[in-house]
């Protein structure tokens, strides 16, 4: 069944056109990544689904309901929350604080303790600073809170906008390992990623975006083995 599907997409930045004719689709269940070129139009993709950023044209379907010109807060309502580029934590706020702000649109209050211990159970680290400010948590620390606040609006779809970005090798295989993860307990993931290798090894399929358009598609595992794909972003001739 089809969770998400755009189609003929196009986001403008004033007169420059970030991206064109877009159509993509995401399947419940799946781990769908977007790769490309910085420039190439991944993270307008993003906000275009999250509401952050207005289409000059085409359309967005969510669970089969148009969401064009639906607000960014009621998107979150509807079940898509994304986790953006950069982190975005509160620094002031603690962790606990961080993570009761993902909860904020919810009305099934009768669930966020359990929904809270998942997201210490995926991130044990968060559970042994939830008294600690966001903003003095490592920069792999911030990423797993950011993922956590995530879940805890409870989504049918989650946005992750380029989540390895400045992380240390173990913490690039550690938050690989918990994405999996959480889509093997149900949740749907639209990924964004510069490491493509990650990427494409763990995404049952992708879409390769270059200057704002679609130009590959396929399987990721199939994606990851072509020669093309490897000498553009694998960095293997």
Do not use: C, W
């Not at 903003?135 to 809170?145: A, D, K, N, R």
């Not at 993922?147 to 970005?165: C, T, V």
């Not at 295989?173 to 149900?186: H, K, S, V």
């Amino acid at each position: 069944m089809t969770l998400l599907e755009l189609s003929g997409v196009a986001v403008h930045y004033g007169r420059i056109q970030a991206v064109s004719e877009l159509s993509i689709s995401v399947g419940e269940g799946e781990i769908v990544a977007l790769i490309g070129a910085n420039g190439a139009g991944k993270s307008t993709t993003m906000r275009a689904i999250s509401g952050i950023r207005p289409l000059s044209a085409g359309s967005i379907t969510f669970a089969g309901e148009d969401i064009s010109k639906l607000r960014a807060d009621l998107r979150v309502v509807r079940g898509i929350s994304q986790v953006p580029e950069g982190r975005g934590v509160f620094p002031g706020m603690t962790v606990a604080e961080n993570l009761d702000m993902g909860a904020y649109a919810r009305k099934d209050r009768k669930n966020l303790r359990a929904d809270l211990d998942r997201v210490f159970e995926l991130f044990p680290r968060l559970l042994e600073r939830r008294t600690q400010p966001g903003g003095t948590l490592s920069g792999g620390e911030q990423q797993m809170l950011a993922i956590g606040r995530a879940l805890m609006a409870k989504p049918k779809l989650l946005l992750l906008d380029e989540p390895s970005m400045g992380l240390a090798p173990q913490f690039i295989a550690q938050i690989f390992r918990i994405i999996t993860e959480i889509n093997q307990q149900g949740t749907t993931v639209l990924l964004v990623e510069q490491n493509a290798q990650q990427a494409l090894s763990r995404a049952h399929r992708a879409y390769v975006l270059e200057t704002g358009r679609i130009t590959r598609h396929g399987e990721g595992r199939e994606l990851l083995a072509d020669a093309s794909i490897k000498e553009a972003y694998l960095g293997v001739a």
